[in-house]
């Protein structure tokens, strides 16, 4: 009886994340379409530099649209993968932007800001689309899994520089 609880329990609480992620990315979605195409590139910050915010945006978007090449690695379906990030945004933005100045113009601050966030946002503590720490997720999944979640983490950061 107990174990019934803890079942429907679990259900509902995936349910109830599932609900708000699904919202939180149509939000993310419907916001983007209505900005236009940035004049900053993340490969041009010493010529360029870039405002604080676009630069954090130019990062989650191309971490986004890596989803669709390494999500499978992660356990995860693409649009999960970017649900993900989309549900973390502000979180790391708020804990990683902190330490931004206001235009990001240097390389070398680029480049650690860049890994920091990247570190914070993207979904590799995922394991079957079950949200975790990173050792408990070692553990956790299978030796095929492991493998597949350290070269998609490693994936992103190739794809994201």
């Known amino acids: 009886m107990n174990n019934d609880k803890r079942s429907v329990?679990?259900?509902?609480?995936i349910a109830a994340v599932a609900i708000i992620s699904l919202a939180a990315y149509v939000w993310a979605v419907s916001s983007m379409a209505n900005h236009q195409q940035s004049p900053y590139a993340l490969d041009k910050v010493s010529e360029t530099p870039i405002p604080k915010w676009d630069f954090f945006s130019l990062?989650?978007?191309?971490?986004?649209?890596?989803c669709n090449t390494v999500a499978k690695q992660l356990g995860m379906?693409?649009?999960?993968c970017r649900t993900a990030i989309v549900n973390k945004r502000m979180e790391c933005?708020?804990?990683?932007?902190a330490q931004a100045p206001d235009q990001v113009g240097d390389t070398g601050l680029a480049d650690?800001?860049?890994r920091k966030y990247m570190q914070c946002v993207?979904?590799?503590q995922y394991?079957?689309?079950l949200s975790t720490t990173r050792t408990p997720l070692l553990a956790l999944c299978?030796?095929?899994?492991?493998?597949g979640v350290r070269s998609a983490y490693r994936g992103m950061a190739q794809q994201a520089s």
């Open 127 to 129: 394991c079957q689309a």
């Open 142 to 147: 299978s030796a095929g899994a492991r493998d």
């Open 9 to 13: 329990s679990r259900y509902l609480y």
């Open 112 to 114: 650690d800001l860049s």
């Open 122 to 124: 993207t979904p590799y």
């Open 59 to 66: 990062w989650n978007d191309s971490l986004a649209s890596s």
């Open 77 to 80: 379906k693409p649009q999960a």
């Open 93 to 97: 933005y708020k804990h990683v932007g």
